[in-house]
């Protein structure tokens, strides 16, 4: 069964940036809402941010004017650009569809930011 997978995090100094990948299967991105969730350690997982398949795009609060998500329908891919990196955004980051039920959950992609 194709899973969502999840790239590109690392371990960067505060104030840097990354870039986050996800490729997911036709089946599950086709046409759907697609978002970025994370869960740091001991924490629930929370949302992001989320892109609708029309393009538009919602942050939270705690990300807003730092991460941008975009998305490319052609190749199935979701993508989070995260700028001006904080210790607080360190967590595992997964992507997935932006409302239950989910698809099943990839491995996720960790985030370490240090201050």
């Known amino acids: 069964q194709e899973r969502l997978v999840e790239a590109g995090g690392g371990l960067v100094q505060a104030g840097g940036s990354l870039r986050l990948i996800c490729a997911a299967p036709?089946?599950?991105?086709?046409?759907?809402?697609m978002a970025w969730y994370r869960q740091a350690p001991g924490k629930q997982r929370e949302l992001v941010a989320d892109i609708l398949s029309s393009g538009a795009t919602n942050y939270a609060d705690s990300v807003k004017g730092r991460f941008i998500i975009s998305r490319d329908n052609a190749k199935n891919m979701v993508y989070l650009q995260m700028n001006s990196l904080k210790p607080e955004d360190t967590a595992v980051y997964s992507c997935?569809?932006?409302?239950?039920?989910?698809?099943?959950w990839g491995q996720g992609t960790q985030v370490t930011v240090s201050s």
């Open positions: 036709g089946n599950i991105f086709r046409g759907n809402h």
């Open positions: 997935n569809l932006a409302k239950i039920p989910f698809a099943s």
